[in-house]
């Protein structure tokens, strides 16, 4: 072999051993100080009187940014009954999760966030009852606006006079949206409203909270409380968002679950 070949086999051959070197020694060094892994699974609960189908904004912008999102269609035939159907879903999840819910699905969280997949709660101009407390009693002490406008039937559940709708639930949104979601809404059982919860996962679990400024359906006062109350970690308000908050103003709530994932992600 040539001189010439002899000198650049021996240069590779050592810098093939300093490159060596020095990965080995980095290791060490990487295994001493992993990454926080990022929380990728978000849970999202619907409210009464409406479906999953209304997160569907927010849920595009969410995977649009890289998040596993997941909506339940709770059965509205009982908190108890809704809860299962959240804790299902939850128990699909393939590690942490945000739990969020809008309405009548801040109640269900509150008892379903204890679940272990979950690290975080927000809650989208929604209700955060303490131990003991129901929706309706703490309505009652923070009046709404447009709670009139909610019909019993004989059967006992509860809609929307659909001709209140759109000016009651869904006052930011076009006559023609808030006109479609009146004729197909989603009875509930009224009782869901009366029923006390019993475990509040907001006690143990971080919270970031959203209040909608004009809420006809939850006073924002109500809301308000509850965030403080909780401790929320951030708490949004919109002016001039109605109780459909969700489906008006996607990317201010997507941004919030972000926050949240990131916050929960984080924390020491």
Known sequence: MKETEMKRLNMSTAMAVCLMAGAAGSLPA???TPATPPIHNIVLVHGA???????????????????NV?????????LADDVAATKRVLDQQNGPAILVGHSYGGAIITEAGTDSHVVGLVYIAAHAPDTGETEAGNGKLYPAIGRSAIIKTPDGHAYIDPKRYHAEFAADLSTAEANFEAHSEALTW?????????????KTKPVWYM?????????????????ARAHSRETIQVPGASHSVYRSHPEEVAHLIEDAAAGAANKS
Do not use: C
């Open 70 to 78: 997941s909506i339940v269609q709770e059965p509205l035939t009982g």
């Open 190 to 202: 009224a009782k869901v409203f009366t029923t006390p919860i019993v475990n509040p996962a907001w």
């Open 49 to 67: 009187f409406v479906d999953g189908s209304g997160w569907r904004p927010v849920y595009d912008i969410l995977t649009h940014d890289g998040y």
């Open 211 to 227: 209040v909608a400024d004009a809420d006809h359906i939850i006073s924002p006062d109500l809301e308000r409380m509850y965030a």
């Open 30 to 32: 990487q295994a001493q």
